[in-house]
């Protein structure tokens, strides 16, 4: 007899097995589009686990295999990094703000950092070098260089863009931030008290 799921064991197994969030939004779309059958019906509703294993397993293999097909087998799906939710390709700082031609701090850490595989032979960057980016858009290669302790210096025909990346990578002192912190606050609540 095949195993059944509710949409919220579903979204709990197809989580894991992809190693990414899997929301049950996500399986009731699977369900409404017929990608998957649905077994009962409001508030009761569940999914066979075979068609899901099918589903992811098929869906998975499917692109990958189809981007080898027109780039050929040196393609390294490890740099799709299509295990990484959009949470985590926008960390910390780098969601300041929606600029829209950014692109994953994973990628520039891919190339900057020190280890080395089948398609990254040499390491190219060391702590204490410079890394130039004529284009620096949002900041994030300097943000990525910091963070490894690898110098940037990026400049961009956007004055826009170059104060958000100015605003990531500047060295702020705490105290003096707490202390504009604690007098917006204050000039808020007594505004709000004046009104």
Known sequence: ?????????????????????????????????????????????????EELINYYK??????????KEQLGEDLNWALSFEQYKEAETTKHVHRLHPYKGKFIPQLVEYFLDNHTDKFKTEVYFKPGDIVYDPFSGSGTT???????????VGNDVSAFNAMIGNCKVTKYDLVDVQTEINRTVYLESKYKFAV
């Open 1 to 49: 007899m095949a195993e059944l799921l509710s949409i919220k064991e579903a979204s709990q197994w197809a989580s894991e097995y992809l190693g990414k969030n899997v929301t049950t939004s996500n399986i009731s779309y699977l369900i409404q589009y017929g990608r998957i059958k649905k077994i009962g019906e409001n508030g009761s509703i569940q999914v066979i686990k």
């Open 58 to 67: 098929n869906q998975k293999k499917s692109r990958q295999e189809e981007w």
């Open 142 to 152: 300097m943000v990525q260089a910091c963070e490894l302790g690898i110098h940037a």
